[in-house]
């Protein structure tokens, strides 16, 4: 049974920085596509990161220079080092892995099988 539980978030200023972390177990999971969504109060769920099997990564435009998501396939972690946050960035974070090995379609959440429960981040003004 695949499970991904997340941690690292926390409440943070403007300006600041949080790192997130992502660990797998049941699978193999250096086959598969690793992502991070998030969700905001009162909005749908929105893409934010994603690394493939390969290490291709994917961001949203609005977090593109600010935020880096890696994997450690030895450690079975993918992590979201998150810089310079804005209050727009506050929301629910979570992991989440592709249903079907070596699948590049990154920001496609469809394409995704397996959720986190989900780490808090909050950034203040």
């Known amino acids: 049974q695949v499970q991904l539980v997340e941690s690292g978030g926390g409440l943070v200023q403007a300006g600041g920085s949080l790192r997130l972390s992502c660990a797998a177990s049941?699978?193999?999971?250096?086959?598969?596509?690793m992502g991070w969504f998030r969700q905001a109060p009162g909005k749908e769920r929105e893409f934010v990161a994603a690394?493939?099997?390969?290490?291709?990564?994917y961001y949203r435009d609005s977090v593109k220079g600010r935020f880096t998501i890696s994997r450690d396939n030895a450690k079975n972690t993918v992590d979201l080092q998150m810089n310079s946050l804005k209050p727009d960035d506050t929301a629910v974070y979570y992991c989440?892995?592709?249903?079907?090995?070596?699948?590049?379609?990154?920001?496609?959440?469809?394409?995704?099988?397996?959720w986190g429960q989900g780490t808090q981040v909050t950034v203040s003004s």
């Open positions: 690394i493939s099997y390969s290490g291709s990564t």
């Open positions: 989440t892995t592709h249903r079907i090995p070596f699948n590049t379609d990154l920001s496609d959440e469809e394409k995704y099988a397996y």
């Open positions: 049941g699978r193999t999971f250096s086959r598969y596509t």
